[in-house]
């Protein structure tokens, strides 16, 4: 016989009677709603705080479509352009752009590209000729501009590039589109010219534009070794792939700038092309310069 006044009892009576399988699936089942629940809702806080912060400096506007463009000069645009960027370092400035081309665009490069390969060169210094620095820089590659290309990909890209830097696309040189194979790098170096080692210029490169049109399995990292004033006081060996390293992933761009604002060359742009370990590299480089007409 149960005495009525042992309430513990009877509760315990009460849960036993449910069987413990079905207890424990309870206990699953608040398990899962108090988890999945949580995470919907930090998911939902840190969009509306990430389009807080990037897209709009004012509390109130959660969604860009609340606002209107502003009345535009002649020369603007009537619309918002969005181009995600994440800023990877400031010594030197680098930015990053993910998925700033297509598959379909990045393809189509490559296939311009291939039938006019040839081993990449070099602009030379005092003393330095093609057969001692030809194992500085061993890919190939070739020029392309995009009034050349009939099927307006580089059109459209250098259009994109224009807008993501606002430096006008007659600044740019023609696309550099260079094949990495196995093994193939470019040791560290500057893309700006130094007046002192190449001799004056008519025009400098202000910055420069990498969009990586291929996946690399393993290696072919852009490299910036001095980033952010690392090993620069130190003896550093120019083949050696350290410091700041961007892994290839098709489509995606990387911009950053030779110069400082006042025009000298930034010694933290140092960069280079780690060897290719597995796979294969494919990039097209556009170099920007302060002038609209080069050499
Ligand atoms: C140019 O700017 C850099 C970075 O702000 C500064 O370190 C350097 O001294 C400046 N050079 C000249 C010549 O003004």
């Not at 009939?150 to 600044?171: N, V």
């Not at 060359?265 to 294969?280: E, M, R, Y």
Request: charged share 25%.
């Amino acid at each position: 016989m149960k005495s009525r006044g042992k309430t513990g009892a009877g509760i315990i009576t009460g849960w036993s009677s449910m069987g413990l399988p079905a207890v424990f699936l309870l206990c699953i089942f608040f398990f899962f709603l108090g988890f999945f629940g949580s995470s919907l809702f930090s998911q939902q806080v840190e969009n509306e705080s990430a389009s807080l912060h990037i897209t709009r400096p004012r509390p109130r506007m959660l969604n860009q479509n609340e606002y209107d463009p502003m009345p535009q000069g002649d020369s603007g645009d009537d619309y918002f352009t969005t181009i995600p960027f994440q800023i990877l370092s400031w010594k030197p400035r680098a930015l990053y752009f993910p998925g700033f081309a297509t598959e379909q665009q990045c393809n189509g490069i490559i296939k311009m590209a291939k039938v006019k390969l040839a081993p990449s060169t070099l602009a030379l210094r005092k003393g330095e000729t093609a057969e001692n620095t030809k194992d500085i820089r061993t890919s190939s590659g070739m020029f392309v501009s995009s009034y050349e290309d009939k099927t307006g990909i580089l059109d459209q890209i250098e259009k994109k590039i224009e807008r993501a830097t606002m430096i006008p696309r007659r600044h740019g040189e023609a696309f550099n589109v260079l094949r990495y194979d196995l093994g193939q790098k470019y040791n560290s170096h500057y893309d700006a010219f130094n007046p002192t080692e190449y001799g004056p210029q008519k025009s400098q490169r202000i910055a420069s534009f990498l969009l990586y049109l291929s996946d690399v399995e393993e290696g072919g990292e852009t490299m910036f070794p001095f980033e952010n004033g690392e090993n620069a006081d130190s003896n550093y060996d120019f083949r050696k792939c350290i410091g700041l390293k961007i892994k290839p992933r098709k489509g995606d761009g990387l911009l950053f700038y030779s110069l400082y604002p006042n025009g000298t060359i930034d010694p933290t742009s140092l960069h280079g092309s780690c060897p290719v370990i597995k796979g294969q590299k494919w990039v097209a480089t556009k170099w920007l310069r302060n002038e609209e007409d080069f050499d």
